[in-house]
């Protein structure tokens, strides 16, 4: 069975940075694209960023590019959201997902995706 764990939320002050984790579990990792999305109270859930299965490829909502880095360690199983320069309008749930099939991109809007994590919470205070 697929298990996603995220972690590293916590509370920050604008302009600072965390960095979440997610530990991936129940298959090999290392074959399926990841990412993060992330909901804000009475918001709907928004794709942040996503890297493919070889880590060659990312990309970004434009709210985040140039801020957010993903990465991901294969050997470890586990996908990271560097988060600097953070912003109050970035205070959302943070959830990790990953792809159901092997070598598929993951979509930006969610749509298809099974596994997910239960989330982190991130609050940024101004």
């Known amino acids: 069975q697929v298990q996603l764990v995220e972690s590293g939320g916590g509370l920050v002050q604008a302009g600072g940075s965390l960095r979440l984790s997610c530990a991936a579990s129940g298959r090999t990792f290392s074959l399926y694209s990841a990412g993060w999305f992330r909901q804000a109270p009475g918001k709907e859930r928004e794709f942040v960023a996503a890297?493919?299965?070889?880590?060659?490829?990312?990309y970004y909502a434009d709210s985040v590019k140039g801020r957010f880095t993903i990465a991901r360690d294969n050997a470890k199983t586990t996908v990271f959201l560097q988060m600097n320069g953070l912003k109050p309008e970035d205070t959302a749930v943070y959830y990790c997902?990953?792809?159901?099939?092997?070598?598929?991109?993951?979509?930006?809007?969610?749509?298809?995706?099974?596994?997910w994590g239960k989330g982190t919470l991130v609050t940024v205070s101004s």
């Open positions: 890297i493919s299965w070889t880590g060659s490829i990312t």
């Open positions: 997902a990953t792809t159901q099939r092997a070598y598929d991109a993951l979509p930006r809007n969610g749509n298809g995706l099974d596994y």
